[in-house]
């Protein structure tokens, strides 16, 4: 979804949690590149020991409304029946069957919907609820609400108006040390850390030894618990197979728009809408990176590091400081990466067009057509920092002899032009 008046992105579609494992597990592709998917989907430390939280949960057609909290029309259910649509769907039929085939689980089939009237190319996943009955506290002092929702390996408290608490699905009661074990892995937290005891009336309740929250705000990367003390139902998000795009991507040559569907099918696979943390982190985004696998995160001692939580607390969409512009250059000339979901996205989908014999630059192409209807909004931010269309579009044609910044480190999504630059080095690293 759009993300701010200036920018344009491809991304979830729903306040979510990540996948606890990193890309470090990752199968390397073989000397002819491409050859072999290199991602494991779906792989989780959390799937395999409580399976009552699936990775993914399929939801048949006439359910999606229900499921998705959306309205769902009959006119919506008819696009899949669309040609585009179905040219689309036996695109992603194919690359599901090689997945299914390369990893031997057994993931349920993504479907293609489109819907939403919004004129800009979007796309997203979304998830379903599993929600536990579990009240977590940490800070008596601080006030507890009704919902905890884990997203990002932080704990933010979702707004209970937001979620119709009658979409939870039930789980089966979780013994006192599955249930701190779990609440340990999904926000974050040292497993000695929380204890969870029964009640007499059968409920549960786990609280947060108070040394361990002292240490992990002392990171500033827990920072959003100092906001609420707990809540009194926890949910555990479980990835939707179904991928929403709004009619507008129908509107884009076809290559291109397989690519951005594509890029949410690696949201998908690698059920980024599921689970814990992995993702978010700093790194040094070197000329001579190592792209066989996951770049290694930024040691908490670098100045690099610190500079790095400073600007995730630098808004996007308004006007900057003369000291946020310092910093933001700071990172650019010290070349601070930071690996999100969305920069995995990018890359898996480059793994996916290779692999079904498609162009991989066609995602940057996309992008960049994307960032081009950009030039027609003003736009308050310096071009060093997040280059417009012309100029990325040059740069793009020089091989981009000039490094391009991530942009902004408060949001996963990265600055198009930064993950234009990124795409092509990949596409140049991986030989595609």
């Known amino acids: 979804m759009p993300n701010s008046k200036w920018q344009i992105v491809i991304q979830c579609g729903a306040a979510v949690a990540l996948i606890l494992s990193s890309l470090h597990g990752c199968k390397h592709a073989s000397d002819d590149a491409g050859s072999e998917l290199q991602h494991t989907p779906g792989k989780t430390v959390f799937a395999g020991r409580y399976p009552q939280f699936p990775v993914w949960s399929e939801v048949a057609d006439k359910d999606l409304g229900k499921e998705s909290n959306l309205t769902i029309s009959d006119t919506d259910l008819d696009t899949v029946k669309m040609p585009q649509v179905v040219q689309f769907q036996s695109q992603i039929d194919k690359l599901h069957a090689a997945i299914v085939k390369s990893t031997g689980q057994n993931i349920p089939r993504p479907k293609l919907i489109v819907r939403g009237s919004t004129k800009d190319p979007n796309a997203f996943v979304l998830s379903v609820p599993y929600c536990l009955p579990i009240e977590f506290k940490w800070d008596d002092a601080l006030p507890q609400v009704r919902v905890l929702w884990p997203t990002r390996g932080t704990t933010t408290p979702i707004n209970p108006q937001r979620m119709d608490e009658s979409l939870c699905r039930p789980v089966g009661k979780l013994t006192d040390n599955e ?78 728009a397989l690519a951005l569907v594509f890029h949410e099918l690696a949201h998908y696979y690698r059920a980024h809408m599921t689970f814990g943390r992995g993702y978010d982190y700093f790194y040094l985004l070197d000329a001579e990176r190592n792209e066989s696998k996951a770049p290694t995160p930024l040691d908490r001692s670098h100045p690099l590091y610190k500079l790095g939580l400073e600007l995730k607390g630098v808004m996007y969409g308004g006007a900057l400081t003369p000291e946020q512009l310092a910093l933001l250059k700071q990172a650019k000339e010290g070349r601070l990466g930071f690996y999100t979901t969305e920069q995995e996205a990018d890359e898996l989908a480059l793994e996916y067009l290779k692999t079904m014999g498609k162009k991989p630059a066609s995602l940057a192409d996309a992008l960049l057509a994307v960032l081009s209807g950009d030039d027609r909004t003003p736009y308050p931010y310096p071009e060093e920092l997040m280059p417009r269309y012309k100029a990325c579009a040059d740069q793009r044609a020089k091989g981009f002899p000039q490094f391009v910044g991530v942009g902004y480190y408060d949001d996963p999504h990265h600055s198009l032009c930064y993950r234009i630059y990124n795409i092509e080095r990949e596409i140049k690293a991986h030989g595609y």
């Not at 926000?187 to 850390?193: H, I, L, R, V």
């Not at 100092?226 to 809540?231: E, I, P």
């Open 179 to 256: 249930a701190s074990a779990l609440i340990s892995e999904v926000f974050g937290f040292d497993s000695n850390c929380v204890t969870t005891t029964g009640g007499a009336s059968g409920t549960q309740a786990s609280r947060l030894d108070k040394k361990c929250l002292t240490a992990a705000l002392a990171t500033n990367e827990n920072a959003l618990i100092k906001m609420v003390g707990g809540g009194t139902l926890v949910v555990i998000p479980s990835t939707l197979n179904w991928i929403f795009m709004t009619p507008a991507m129908l509107r884009m040559p076809e290559d291109q």
